[in-house]
């Protein structure tokens, strides 16, 4: 017998190596209680959490926890099947109400999690014959919808207007396109041109859809994402979201203004053939989209501890992957694996929990440690982060 | 254009990720012999759709495992 796994023995070696160092597993964080959104027990210790997306902090929030908990009552535990197939229970249009009232839009399907949100949209909108052009850091849902479609795929250079416009220039002028974008990218935190790749998808006759995932709650006027505050909203066909971020809870959803957008719900498989949310999930989901519309305070917040956070670690000497803090994402930059993986190490020892990347979650050669805050936290946490940073720095020697 | 000065401009995009310093042919295999990760090989992808103005979709890139296949790869998007 061949054995199938035998492939990844390099990756068992590598994998092994690393703990071998002494270091604790950075890919196998255990959470052993949860006090707060910004405190967890790890380890036994008492951690402050810089590596969640709970960026509006809403895990917590009781208004939240309380529609969950009615709705588990009321509904029971699970949707034991598809919307299609098994039925749709009221929170689930609950739910998607309130993501149209969020979004102004005419229509919004919410999926079981964010990455089938990307897969099934993408997937589901670009056929046989048509093309999707996406760009190169795209988030590995976006390339495995690609995979599931059966168009054809193409790639320009991150967030490069001219590459974009080079690569649709070549294709043939009637051909059906997907320009596929990120308002936020999520490994180095930073925002796209939209406004430039936009224009430019328009001018070659492509549809567009942008994923705002990272920026849902505190880009634009209502929150709705990058687009939103470079005045896109005219211009964009799909925007694809999720509820695992700034929403608190679990849970992927796509809106529209498109008339014909209803009718994805009845082709599109990561949609059909798949269990629904929880309808305690889209309970939670919908109170807290809902306490999000009028989340001015959390907004400020958490664009203020942000932009603390990466003054704090610039000024501490620290290399950041962007030269202002762009969207709640402050990168460190590090030289490479074992170096990344020793500073990680000693954050969790000096109770921070941050994210240790590396390619090909990131783009080729880039090691990271990436901090995202939440809307919780506070300018003295943002002190006492920074200041375990240098201690933690200190103590590598 | 020919074959052969398809390879030739070929080779010229390929060395800078020739870090083992191989005699480069038809033959050599991306993952192999240059031992590039997929990262790597979409900066290359790039790298030549623009060398000759035009786009090598994705879903072809898993049949293109040598430099000779990406040679007549390149030969007929070019038309």
């Known amino acids: 017998m061949h054995d ?20 604790r597993d950075p890919f196998g964080v255990v959470m052993e209680r949860v006090l707060s959104p910004t405190r967890a027990i790890i380890n036994g210790r008492d951690t402050m959490l810089v590596g969640t997306y709970n960026y509006m902090g809403m895990t917590f929030d009781p208004d939240v926890i309380a529609a969950g908990k009615q709705a588990l009552e009321d509904y029971g535990a699970g949707s034991t099947g598809s919307r299609v197939l098994n039925g749709t229970f009221t929170p689930h249009l609950g739910v998607e109400n309130a993501l149209k009232e969020f979004y102004g839009t005419t229509s919004a399907i919410v999926f079981s999690t964010g990455y089938q949100a990307n897969l099934g949209m993408v997937s589901t909108l670009a056929g046989k014959g048509d093309y999707i052009i996406l760009d190169a850091d795209s988030h590995a849902s976006i390339y495995d919808g690609c995979k599931l479609s059966n168009a054809e795929v193409v790639r320009f250079r991150h967030n490069n207007v001219a590459d974009l416009d080079k690569r649709l220039g070549r294709l043939p002028a009637d051909a059906g396109k997907l320009v596929v974008l990120e308002g936020v990218y999520s490994m180095l935190g930073d925002i796209a041109p939209l406004q430039e790749l936009v224009a430019v998808a328009k001018r070659h006759g492509a549809m567009v859809l942008v994923d705002e995932a990272h920026a849902m709650g505190f880009f634009g006027q209502h929150g709705r994402g990058v687009y939103e505050e470079l005045g896109l909203e005219a211009d964009v066909d799909f925007v694809v979201g999720t509820f695992s971020k700034s929403v608190g809870t679990v849970g992927g959803f796509a809106v529209s203004n498109h008339p014909k957008f209803e009718i994805l719900r009845l082709l599109c498989n990561p949609y059909r053939f798949t269990a629904s949310l929880p309808p305690a999930v889209a309970a939670t989901a919908e109170a807290s989209v809902r306490k999000l519309m009028v989340a001015d305070e959390k907004r400020a917040n958490l664009w203020a501890v942000s932009r603390a956070l990466h003054g704090g670690l610039k000024a501490a000497g620290f290399q950041m992957a962007t030269e202002t803090p762009e969207s709640a994402i402050i ?45 919780a936290h506070t300018l003295d946490d943002v002190t006492e982060i920074v200041s375990r940073f240098v201690a933690a720095r200190a103590s590598l020697g | 254009m020919t074959d052969q000065a398809i390879a030739a401009r070929l080779f010229a995009l390929i060395e800078p990720f020739n870090r083992k310093g191989l005699a480069l042919s038809a033959d050599t295999h991306f993952a192999n012999d240059l031992e590039l990760d997929s990262l790597t090989v979409m900066d290359l992808v790039a790298n030549i759709e623009d060398e000759w103005d035009i786009n090598m979709p994705l879903n072809m890139l898993p049949d293109l495992e040598t430099v000779g296949q990406v040679a007549d790869a390149v030969a007929k998007l070019k038309g």
């Open chain 1, 4 to 23: 199938l796994l035998s492939k990844f023995d390099g990756f068992i070696a590598e994998h092994s190596g690393l703990l071998a160092t002494g270091v």
């Open chain 1, 331 to 375: 990168a460190v930059l590090l030289p490479d694996q074992i170096s990344t993986v020793a500073m990680w190490h000693q954050l969790l020892e000096h109770g921070i929990y941050c994210n240790m990347s590396r390619p090909p979650a990131t783009p080729a050669g880039i090691f990271l440690l990436r901090c995202s805050l939440s809307a």
